[in-house]
């Protein structure tokens, strides 16, 4: 069974996500999905739709623009980009470049959500103190 139809209602709720549609959640997520990112590592809905409210709060007008999708058998990768302005430090956009694997249940809900990004590079690097140390630290590793 291929599942590219319910990657795009995946990619297109989530291209669209709002403070409120994060209660509809339960229509893309099973029950007792699981969900990691570089800061989380949760399972079940309630924890799932905790992490997006909290997105909200952390960020202004924050949105995905996916520029890949993939899907074979029960799987999909997609790669995205997270946009987004910092309430606390700069008003400029920035942009979190990552990537998901996707795993459907049998009713084409995500059972399985794993991102992949570089916090280092993609959030740390832009941050006022931190970032230069993240920087000074980058070019001295490097060969």
Same mark, same amino acid.
Request: charged share 30%.
């Given at each position: 069974?291929?599942?590219?139809?319910?990657?795009?209602?995946?990619?297109?709720?989530?291209?669209?996500?709002?403070?409120?549609?994060?209660?509809?959640?339960?229509?893309?997520?099973?029950?007792?999905?699981?969900?990691?990112?570089?800061?989380?590592?949760?399972?079940?809905?309630?924890?799932?739709?905790?992490?997006?409210?909290?997105?909200?709060?952390?960020?202004?007008?924050?949105?995905?623009?996916?520029?890949?999708?993939?899907?074979?058998?029960?799987?999909?990768?997609?790669?995205?980009?997270?946009?987004?302005?910092?309430?606390?430090?700069?008003?400029?956009?920035?942009?979190?470049?990552?990537?998901?694997?996707?795993?459907?249940?049998?009713?084409? /809900?995500?059972?399985?959500?794993?991102?992949?990004?570089?916090?280092?590079?993609?959030?740390?690097?832009?941050?006022?103190?931190?970032?230069?140390?993240? /920087?000074?630290?980058?070019?001295?590793?490097?060969?």
């Amino acid at each position: 069974m291929t599942h590219e139809a319910d990657l795009k209602r995946v990619v297109r709720f989530f291209e669209t996500i709002t403070p409120q549609s994060v209660d509809l959640l339960g229509d893309i997520y099973t029950p007792d999905a699981y969900f990691k990112d570089p800061f989380n590592d949760v399972r079940g809905l309630d924890e799932i739709r905790r992490i997006f409210s909290h997105m909200f709060v952390q960020v202004q007008a924050p949105r995905f623009v996916v520029r890949s999708a993939i899907a074979q058998g029960d799987e999909a990768f997609l790669t995205w980009d997270f946009l987004f302005r910092m309430k606390r430090f700069s008003s400029a956009e920035q942009c979190i470049r990552g990537a998901t694997h996707l795993r459907f249940a049998a009713d084409g /809900r995500l059972a399985f959500h794993r991102d992949y990004w570089d916090a280092a590079e993609e959030l740390y690097e832009k941050l006022p103190l931190l970032g230069g140390l993240m /920087r000074l630290l980058k070019r001295a590793a490097r060969s």
